[in-house]
Nanobody, 118 residues
């Protein structure tokens, strides 16, 4: 079974930064688009950022200008650099890969808790 392994999240003060990483099989990184989702308590899971195999990116309006998604296909690793963090960014963050991001056939990481609080 394909596994995507995320780095640990953490507790960050408002205005701070945190970088998440997601590692997986080269077979996944060489083929699929990838993305980061998040799910806050009591809310639906939402797509935060996505990146194609060629490196084209898209972001949710709520994180534009603050988050940066990137991938290193040679290292089979994807990153989410999160800057200027806000309390409303608190959520569990999941990496995802597949032909259709977020669908039933795609692959998920185990999740990383990010808490933004003073």
């Amino acid at each position: 079974q394909v596994q995507l392994v995320e780095s640990r999240g953490g507790l960050v003060q408002p205005g701070g930064s945190l970088r998440l990483s997601c590692a997986g099989p080269r077979s996944i990184f060489s083929i699929y688009a990838m993305g980061w989702y998040r799910q806050a308590s009591g809310k639906l899971r939402e797509l935060v950022a996505s990146i194609t195999r060629g490196g084209n990116t898209n972001y949710a309006d709520s994180v534009k200008g603050r988050f940066t998604i990137s991938r290193d296909n040679a290292r089979s690793t994807m990153y989410l650099q999160m800057d200027s963090l806000k309390p409303e960014d608190t959520a569990i963050y999941y990496c995802n890969a597949g032909a259709g991001l977020g669908d039933s056939e795609s692959y998920w990481g185990q999740g990383a808790q990010v808490t933004v609080s003073s």
